[in-house]
């Protein structure tokens, strides 16, 4: 972004660890004030702090994405103080892994709510102001598993595969006005999510990765950028999958 441009807003969720992080540093990089999302002020206080100290603009806000009125609260807030966010990246997202016959309602809820219906409640609450501007990014990070499903995962991969078909729809609807809506499949990236798995899960994953290793969370985020860029004005309602060849 050349230095005489106005700033623009980027919001991202999840952004205190992770890919998230990656993400708000790279649209820092790439010359945006960055909102951060996360549970706890606290939690992405690390991140914000880095970006303020690196010559940028960031500030963080605590919302419970799997709550509709937080997000609501929040997203009318950010409008009255910036009017416009010119790049929403929705990427917070939680695992409550369990078998089909065995999983709870409360984890089948939690892991839609949170990963789907954040996507929905955060695209409705900021694109009125995109499409009067006729510009704007929507970023949804879905999940290789929401294209190929994987045993223990239906909630997870319900709704990376719901967030792909609201890519699509939200893309469709609002390619009239110049914004755009991509989502971007990451494979296996190294982050607290996955440093949860043992020795063994990992190494079945890693066989089936043609380049035999995980992603870093700054391979996704080098992504995001470039669909954040003026580069991509023309790409819409697409998924860029990101995984080392997992998925051809
Ligand atoms: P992570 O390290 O576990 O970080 C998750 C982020 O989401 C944290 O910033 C966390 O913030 C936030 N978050 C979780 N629940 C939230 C809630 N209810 N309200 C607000 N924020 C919430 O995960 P990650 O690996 O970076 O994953 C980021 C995204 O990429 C997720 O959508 C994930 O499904 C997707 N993804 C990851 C992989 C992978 O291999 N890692 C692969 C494909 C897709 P707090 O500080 O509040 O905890």
Not at 69 to 98: M, P, S, Y
Not at 196 to 207: P, Q
């Amino acid at each position: 972004m050349s230095s005489d441009s106005p700033k623009k807003t980027a919001l991202v969720t999840g952004a205190s660890r992770g890919i998230g992080k990656a993400i708000a540093l790279e649209l820092h990089r790439s010359g945006h004030r960055v909102l951060c999302i996360s549970r706890s002020l606290e939690s992405s206080r690390a991140v914000v702090e880095e970006i303020n100290g690196d010559g940028g603009e960031a500030k963080g806000y605590a919302v419970d994405v799997s709550k509709p009125d937080q997000i609501k609260a929040t997203a009318e807030e950010i409008l009255k103080e910036w009017q416009l966010v010119d790049v929403l990246v929705n990427n917070a997202g939680i695992t409550r892994d369990g078998l089909l016959i065995r999983m709870s309602d409360e984890d089948w809820y939690d892991v839609i709510q949170t990963n789907m219906s954040s996507c929905f409640h955060w695209t409705q609450s900021l694109i009125r102001p995109m499409a009067r501007a006729r510009s704007g990014r929507i970023i949804n990070i879905a999940s290789v598993i929401g294209l190929i499903g994987n045993a223990g995962q239906v909630n997870y991969a319900s709704a990376k595969a719901g967030i792909i078909g609201m890519t699509k729809s939200v893309a469709k609807e609002f390619a009239p006005r110049s914004v755009t809506v991509n989502a971007v499949a990451p494979g296996f990236i190294e982050s607290d999510m996955t440093s949860v798995l043992n020795d063994e899960i990992k190494d079945a994953i890693l066989k089936n990765i043609p380049m035999k290793r995980m992603g870093k969370p700054e391979e996704i985020a080098n992504v995001v950028g470039f669909i954040a860029s003026p580069l991509s004005n023309y790409i819409t309602g697409q998924v860029f999958t990101v995984d080392g060849g997992m998925v051809m």
